[in-house]
T-cell receptor
Framework: GAVVSQHPSRVICKSGTSVKIECRSL??????MFWYRQFPKKSLMLMAT?????????EQGVEKDKFLINHASLTLSTLTVTSAHPEDSSFYIC???????????????FGPGTRLTVT | DAKTTQPTSMDCAEGRAANLPCNHS???????VYWYRQIHSQGPQYIIH?????ETNEMASLIITEDRKSSTLILPHATLRDTAVYYC???????????WGAGTKLIIKP
């Protein structure tokens, strides 16, 4: 159980275009979903936290008008990179959390990531 | 900033136990210790987490010191597929954001 999918796995787009990345929790309803980006040989950097039906909370330095997050349901969140530029090229990873139990607390599961290349 | 300190890299022979240390001297009483790993170009994989008791699951064991200021992740019989970057994270709950440090690059050698 606890599978998170992302689509697409890889995307190449031209500078100035927009790209949408989907994140789905396949076998559970996610309390919260998170979006990260990761540059080569670096650790994950949190971009935003998203709860179903409410606006995402963005981390400092992340432009909310450039990285649009929509959390339409308990199993789906989307990240749209608008007016993409080459510096937006990165590995984007989503995660979803669920309550595992009263004693064990929450568990956070990650998608396989989306490799975005902007030319 | 990450609240944990881990060695940058470690080697382990295939079939042996891999012991990965983590220091978290500023951990709060309500914070859990989480371990994830990331194989190259994939999303992180949850391994195990604990509060103060030692924990074991099908993947690994987690040993937390009595003062909770450090912990050790044990992979009992390492295989080549265990080569990855291992992250130790402290957080109140993984429903909250996880702050990622640099992790330990574990290389399993034949």
């Amino acid at each position: 159980g606890a599978v998170v999918s992302q689509h697409p796995s890889r995307v190449i787009c031209k500078s100035g275009t927009s790209v949408k990345i989907e994140c789905r929790s396949l076998d559970f309803q996610a309390t919260t979903m998170f979006w990260y980006r990761q540059f080569p040989k670096k650790s994950l950097m949190l971009m935003a936290t998203s709860n179903e039906g409410s606006k995402a909370t963005y981390e400092q330095g992340v432009e909310k008008d450039k990285f649009l997050i929509n959390h339409a349901s308990l199993t789906l969140s989307t990240l749209t990179v608008t007016s993409a530029h080459p510096e937006d090229s990165s590995f984007y990873i989503c995660s979803a959390s669920r309550l595992a139990g009263k004693l064990t607390g929450y568990e956070q599961y990650f998608g396989p990531g989306t490799r975005l290349t902007v030319t | 900033d990450a609240k944990t300190t881990q060695p940058t890299s470690m080697d382990c022979a295939e079939g042996r136990a891999a012991n990965l240390p983590c220091n978290h001297s500023t951990i709060s009483g309500n914070e859990y210790v989480y371990w994830y790993r990331q194989i190259h170009s994939q999303g992180p994989q949850y391994i195990i987490h604990g509060l103060k008791n030692n924990e074991t699951n099908e993947m690994a064991s987690l040993i937390i010191t009595e003062d909770r200021k450090s912990s050790t992740l044990i992979l009992p019989h390492a295989t080549l597929r265990d080569t990855a970057v291992y992250y130790c994270i402290v957080s109140m709950d993984s429903n909250y954001q996880l702050i990622w440090g640099a992790g330990t690059k574990l290389i399993i050698k034949p």
